[in-house]
């Protein structure tokens, strides 16, 4: 049951019992077009007036009616993105495309990580889903996807699958361009070529080694485990890789690094040991890869575009709940620099 | 002060299992909770009762809006927060505020609406006067930049003494002739780094022509381009000071497509593969970083304090990294036929 308001008094946010505008402005003994005036912000009112109007809000609690309407519960425009970590910058360009695609239909974008943990990425999806988000996108981290329900929010999944869970997947065929990657190197006359990269327990970087391992069995070579490195989680551990790898007694010709975060310990690395005659093939582009001499030969992973088609989908998938889950390749080149063309 | 990191770290655990050992999660095995026990024992912790509050209800997030996560500075910046605030238990909801005039007030008040427990910003339009409402019910902390039209707490860097450090750098290797790099903005910093650069010019006696000020359009690259067009002219300058990270990122690579890297440069904030390049490139560092960790700190002293004065204004200072760019000579004036 609502109360009547005394007539021409219109409310801030119409709800019962709730301080009006009228009330602030009776308060503070201005009418209540300057009441209003100073709700909006108005320049053409005198500060003083305008600090007793905000003064009477405050004793009040007056709530603007954007802040009444946000604090009710409810589905708006807003949309999650959980990534691993924003930091990274294969993420970061994710995060760009996603948002320049949702501002185009009116929506924002709430981003939070999972710090690859898996619990925590269940909490933080929790969070993201009680501020009632209008859908998720999710690079998921954990083992099990099971308790996460398509049916609840729209779900799409980017760049790897998350196990148990039947939703949208857009990616790159990663066992691919790991192939073409060290093909490229043995087409340049290379056979002891090194990985370094991150732990196969993630599903992309295990497609990767497999596409590293593939390639040097297609071409007759053997796998050196010396020369493979699945610990370059992080910028520095991909640069102590790489001091053991050329301080060893058999240092590689070439390296491929498999993950955006190892090539920035990997390339730093070779600079400052003066090794930048070793071959280098990047797995994803990173910020001054071709200011560098020799400037770095890198397999694009497509940030860009992998938001672009996760955002595009994810908004399909809103205006049409019922669509059935598909998954959707983003093709990846090899974008030829000079780091990746080096003889051995 | 012992934080929940801590005591994960000697318990071998992770921050979160900490925090449910906390809440009496009945997810965590009898074994794992005794030894989260015994490590705090060790460490003589005492939990945070504002960390227990927010993961009991539903405020257990801070909003943190940054101009653009793609930016080496913000997404350092952005790390940082990240990790200090999942240490004390808290989740962190990002977005940036790069995208159009009205970005900022509609992408700030999305958050504003979602009930978070705090927020931290570094703001991209000229006025935050649309704030004070809100500020009045959830705890902010301006960084990088200080907010216009309304008074908050904030925690930025020393852009004017940063600048003038930079400037009488390139002035103390013989340069008398030194452009200021940078693209058309509302934001703060900018001004400032141009007025830091200002005094180094007067105080150093240089060459103070209005042309020298190279601010030619709103995007990095094109800037760039009109800035290697500049360093062409007959009196061009022969170092440049670059104001912002993306304006170094642009302008290195300009310049060595260009086959100028002669010039002598100074960046206002380190870029990625500085060390690596040739000639390295010589900035002024900023830490990122601390400056996350800072206004974490000040936030969570307003959160759990709201009525506690506080010192609205911190700077943090800033220090200049030689590694080569910003050591280079004078060299004579450049002739655009010499290289043909």
Same mark, same amino acid.
């Given at each position: ?9 219109? =409310?801030?946010?119409?709800?019962? %019992?709730? /301080? ?28 003083? /007036?305008? =600090? ?10 007056? =709530? ?19 990534? +691993?970590?924003?930091?990274d910058p ?8 996603? +948002? ?20 925590? +990425? ?12 209008? %859908? ?7 083992? /099990?996807? /099971? ?23 857009? +990616? ?15 087409? !340049? ?5 090194a990985?370094v990269g991150d ?18 069995? !297609?071409? =007759? ?8 490195h699945c610990d370059g989680a992080t910028s520095q551990a991909a640069a102590h890789a790489v001091s053991a790898l050329i ?8 390296i491929?690094s498999a993950t955006t975060r190892a090539s920035l310990g990997v390339v730093p690395a070779l600079h400052a040991a003066?090794r930048?005659?070793?071959?280098v093939?990047a797995f994803g582009?990173f910020?001054?890869a ?6 770095v030969?890198?397999?694009? !992973?497509?940030? !860009? ?40 | ?6 005591? @994960? ?55 943190? $809006? ?24 808290? $989740? ?23 009930? *978070?427990?705090?927020?931290?910003? @570094? ?29 908050? &707490?904030?925690? *930025? ?9 930079? &400037? ?36 150093? #006696? ?29 009196? @061009? ?29 100074? #960046?206002?904030?380190?870029?990625p593969m500085?060390a690596a ?6 900035? *002024? ?14 936030? &969570? ?40």
């Amino acid at each position: 049951m609502a109360t009547v308001a005394p007539e021409g008094a219109p =409310q801030a946010g119409g709800r019962p %019992g709730a /301080t009006r505008l009228l009330d602030v402005a009776n308060a503070a003994g201005v009418s209540l077009r300057t009441a209003s005036r100073v709700l909006n912000e108005d320049p053409r009112v005198a500060a003083v /007036t305008r =600090q007793r109007v905000r003064e009477a809000m405050l004793d009040l609690s007056f =709530q603007p009616d954007a802040m009444a309407r946000s604090l009710r519960a409810g589905t708006d425009t807003a949309i999650g993105f959980v990534v +691993e970590s924003i930091a990274d910058p294969f993420f970061a360009e994710v995060i760009d495309a996603v +948002e320049l695609e949702m501002s185009r239909h009116g929506r924002s974008v709430l981003v939070t990580s999972t710090r690859r943990d898996g619990g925590w +990425e269940r909490d933080v999806i929790g969070r993201m889903l009680q501020r009632r988000v209008a %859908g998720l996108l999710l690079c998921p981290t954990g083992d /099990t996807h /099971t308790w996460l329900d398509p049916g609840r929010v729209p779900i799409v999944l980017v760049d790897r699958p998350a196990p148990g869970l039947a939703a949208d997947l857009v +990616e790159i065929d990663d066992h691919r361009a790991a192939f073409d990657a060290v093909a490229h190197l043995i087409a !340049h006359g290379h056979q002891r070529i090194a990985y370094v990269g991150d732990t196969p327990a993630i599903p992309t970087s295990a497609a990767r080694l497999r596409g590293y391992r593939d390639a040097l069995a !297609h071409h =007759q070579l053997e796998v050196d485990e010396h020369l493979v490195h699945c610990d370059g989680a992080t910028s520095q551990a991909a640069a102590h890789a790489v001091s053991a790898l050329i301080g060893g007694r058999r240092p590689p010709t070439a390296i491929l690094s498999a993950t955006t975060r190892a090539s920035l310990g990997v390339v730093p690395a070779l600079h400052a040991a003066r090794r930048t005659d070793i071959a280098v093939v990047a797995f994803g582009d990173f910020p001054m890869a071709d200011a560098l001499q020799p400037a770095v030969t890198v397999v694009d !992973h497509p940030g !860009h575009e992998i938001g672009r088609v996760a955002a595009a989908r994810l908004l399909a998938r809103l205006a049409q709940p019922g669509l059935p889950a598909e998954r959707i390749q983003v093709p990846a080149r090899l974008i030829e620099r000079g780091s990746g063309e080096l003889g051995p | 002060m012992t934080t929940m990191r801590d005591v @994960a770290r000697v318990a071998g655990v992770s921050a979160k299992t900490v925090s449910r050992v906390f809440n009496d999660d009945p997810h965590v095995t009898e074994e794992t909770r005794e030894r989260v026990r015994w490590a705090m024992q060790k460490l003589n912790y005492v939990p945070n009762m504002l960390a227990r509050s927010f993961r009991a209800g539903a405020d257990a997030a801070v909003g943190l $809006a940054v101009p653009d996560i793609g930016d080496p500075f913000f997404a350092e910046m952005t790390s940082s927060i990240e990790v200090d605030l999942v240490g004390r238990g808290m $989740a962190v909801v990002v977005t940036s505020l790069g995208r159009g005039v009205d970005s900022e007030r509609s992408a700030l008040e999305a958050l504003l609406r979602r009930q *978070i427990s705090g927020l931290i910003v @570094a703001c991209v339009s000229a006025d935050q006067a649309y704030l004070a409402p809100w500020q009045e019910r959830t705890p902010m902390v301006f960084v990088d930049r200080a907010p216009r039209g309304l008074s908050g &707490v904030y925690v *930025i860097e020393d852009d004017l003494g940063g600048a003038r450090r930079a &400037v009488a750098h390139l002035a103390s290797h013989g340069h008398r002739r030194v452009a200021f790099f940078g693209v058309s903005t509302p934001v703060t910093t900018t001004h400032r780094r141009l007025k830091g650069y200002r005094s180094a010019v007067a105080e150093n #006696g240089l060459d103070d022509s209005p042309d020298l000020v190279c601010i030619p359009a709103e995007s990095a690259d094109e800037a760039a381009a009109e800035m290697v067009k500049r360093l062409e002219a007959p009196d @061009a300058p022969t170092a440049v000071f670059s104001s912002t990270i993306l304006c170094t990122m642009s302008l290195v690579l300009a310049l060595q497509r260009a086959g100028r890297t002669e010039v002598a440069l100074v #960046g206002f904030g380190d870029i990625p593969m500085a060390a690596a390049l040739a000639p390295a490139v010589t900035v *002024i560092d900023q830490n990122p970083a601390w400056l996350g960790r800072v206004a974490v700190e000040r936030l &969570v002293q307003r959160i759990e304090d709201p009525g506690a004065p506080l010192r609205r204004r911190t700077v943090l200072p800033v220090h200049l990294i030689p590694r080569g760019s910003g050591e280079l000579p004078p060299s004579r004036p450049y002739r655009a036929d010499e290289n043909s």
